[in-house]
């Protein structure tokens, strides 16, 4: 039925902003769209579409001839699949669920482009592609147009050609504005967009609905034929003719006898009633299934769209919401002899990590239904984990290191927004202090230190994952822009080695990858390293006698992995032993 708006769905206004809505159509679809009283977009569109309440005016663009049509409006809310077969034959499910009920406001003349395109200009984002949505200025300014060029009623009504006679009927009362969703056929489509040769088709339908609205005329009066024909020649509104083809002066009015007519409508509205019942109770079943359905096609979709911001811990990953100290060996098999494992005070994943005065502090991070801004730091010689001051926001997938015995927490984000904020540990003052913050935002970043000054690279700005990379010198105490990153990546780590950073696996935008990029603070450029065995992010990684170690993670299609990765310069990578580690993710791993 539409045609799909698909480079930008929509420009996602709230409800109470939300003044009116066009909705698309072809040359081919739009006398469906009108007879049925229905119009459909595709199903990226509801995310507004669902904000449509009866009575909230309503445009009809044609595709085809780029012209606007209305004025309409809702006669039903936005809802999904009312129709799951419309604008097919019947074989397979609508393009266009995201559907309205409509009925007409006033009949007028299409608009073409050039008219209407000034008061939607603001909606333009290519030359001939426009969002949908209508503030409330522009709603009014569309009707105020359109209502100038506003059609009167038509006069005359097709004949009956099988009786060959004159047939008076009531007139249907025209409060289209009260009445929703009826099966007496109320709400007729624009009569300017059907083809007038097609009405004979209709005339069984505007009799029946006739002789309903003279079944309730008899409930209060019993017109005589006489008084129908004087209220007739009158030219009282409540009545309307089918006229035959060149009526003679002689040939007299038929009618039927109110008796007979009275049991006919009586039979008749039996029959409406048990439709209207039986139609009733499937359109609330088919509702309920319906917005089952809908609900579950969009919670899919939030998060699929916003799992690279949100980034909540499930349960699954629960388990391993331990931090892991790490004793080093000549062939680090990580057997559980040779580890120890300390559960901390409270479960957290997307944490930071970074050591200070031989112990190691971990801040931030989340336990899969908050963000936290709790610290806590582990004494080895104690054995034991004690609460050190709070973070000033709540924060995960931010990114930490040491310089000068003080922490710096740096970046991050809280499912809602990403943070530029660095704040830094003083344990002479005894919190944490604001202190200069990076040039760009950045979620689930990567940072070390080298040389006495530290390194932010990638990331998440909340629109893109980057290749950027910036770094801060406490002398200089600002932060500067260095070289990209030749590639995009997030969830990534950053691992320094013999003088070098090394930017290990991460997110991409689209995927995990196993890239390796080197820096050289002396040469002020990337270079590529050889990758690794395995695409992975969200893994830990550590130095331990001149080499790297990268540890779990996920690969691509969300499977956590248990493998253990070791390079050193020269001999490249090799997958080692690791019977201890399991599988694991969201981590931080700190060498001791």
């Known amino acids: 039925m539409a045609v799909s708006n698909s480079h930008v769905s929509s ?3 709230q409800k109470s902003y939300l003044g009116g809505v066009i909705f698309g159509c072809k040359k081919s679809t739009i006398k469906e769209c009108l007879a049925k009283q229905l119009f459909g977009l595709p199903a990226q569109h509801f995310l507004y579409v669902r904000k ?6 309503l445009f009809l663009f044609n595709y085809t001839d780029r012209k606007l049509h209305g004025i309409f409006e809702a006669a039903s809310p ?9 604008w097919t034959d019947g074989s397979e499910r609508t393009s266009y669920p995201a559907q309205v009920q409509i009925r007409v406001r006033m009949q007028c003349q299409p608009l073409n482009e050039e008219k209407f395109k000034p008061i939607i200009a603001a909606n333009y984002y290519t030359p001939h592609h ?10 009014s300014k569309l009707i105020a147009l359109l209502s100038s060029m506003a059609i009167a009623p038509r006069a005359c009504v097709p004949q009956n050609r099988e009786n060959q006679r004159t047939i008076f009927l009531p007139l249907l009362k025209r409060n289209r504005m009260e009445e929703d969703n009826s099966l007496d056929g109320d709400d007729r489509p624009l009569e300017s967009h059907l083809d007038m040769k097609d009405v004979d088709q209709d005339e069984k339908s505007l009799i029946l609905m006739a002789l309903k609205e003279l079944a309730i005329n008899h409930e209060h009066q019993d017109f005589s034929s006489t008084d129908y024909e004087n209220e007739l020649a009158t030219g009282g509104d409540r009545h309307c003719s089918f006229i035959g083809e060149q009526m003679s002066s002689e040939e007299k009015i038929e009618t039927c006898s109110s008796s007979r007519c009275q049991s006919i409508i009586n039979e008749l509205i039996k029959e409406v ?3 209207k019942a039986f139609k009733t109770e499937q359109t609330l079943k088919m509702k309920e299934l319906e917005q089952k359905l ?6 899919i979709q939030r998060l699929k769209e916003h799992c690279l911001m949100v980034q909540s811990p499930n349960n699954d990953t629960k388990e391993c919401m331990y931090e892991k100290l790490l004793e080093s060996s000549d062939e680090l098999h990580l057997d559980p002899s040779e580890s120890i494992y300390l559960p901390m005070s409270s479960a957290r994943s997307y944490a930071s990590a970074a050591m200070l005065n031989g112990e190691l502090y971990i801040f931030g991070g989340g336990d899969g239904n908050s963000w936290h801004n709790t610290v806590e730091s582990y004494s080895p010689a104690n054995d034991e984990w004690t609460s050190r001051p709070s973070l000033n926001g709540t924060k995960g997938s931010l990114a930490g290191a040491t310089i000068d015995n003080k922490i710096f927490a740096i970046g991050g984000g809280n499912g809602l927004e990403c943070f530029s904020d660095v704040e830094m ?3 002479d003052i005894g919190k944490w202090i604001r202190t200069r913050s990076m040039l760009q935002k950045r979620f689930a970043l990567a940072a070390a230190e080298l040389n006495g000054v530290l390194y932010a690279t990638g990331g998440y700005d909340g629109n893109e994952y980057m290749n950027s990379a910036e770094r801060f010198d406490p002398r200089e105490h600002y932060w500067t822009k260095i070289a990209n990153m030749n590639r995009r990546r ?9 003088g070098k950073l090394y930017a290990l696996g991460g997110f991409d935008g689209s995927a995990m990858v196993p890239s390796i990029e080197v820096y050289d603070p002396r040469l002020g450029s990337w270079m590529s390293g050889e990758p690794m065995k395995l695409s992975r992010g969200y893994l830990g990684a550590a130095v331990v006698k001149e080499a790297i170690y990268v540890i779990g993670g996920v690969k691509n299609g969300s499977e956590i992995v248990d493998t253990v990765e070791r390079f050193k310069e020269g001999q490249g990578w090799e997958e080692i032993n690791s019977r201890a580690i399991g599988k694991r993710c969201f981590m931080s791993v700190v060498t001791v």
Do not use: K
Request: glycine share 8%; aromatic share 8%.
């Open 78 to 86: 936005g809802m999904m699949n009312i129709n799951p077969y419309g």
């Open 294 to 299: 809908v609900d579950a096609e969009a919670e």
């Open 130 to 139: 426009f969002w949908f949505e209508l503030d409330h200025s522009q709603a």
């Open 52 to 57: 449509v309440d009866p009575g909230l005016p």
């Open 490 to 498: 997030g969830c990534h780590s950053l691992a320094v080695l013999n």
């Open 11 to 13: 420009r996602n206004l």
């Open 425 to 427: 540990l003083d344990l």
């Open 273 to 275: 009633a048990e439709l």
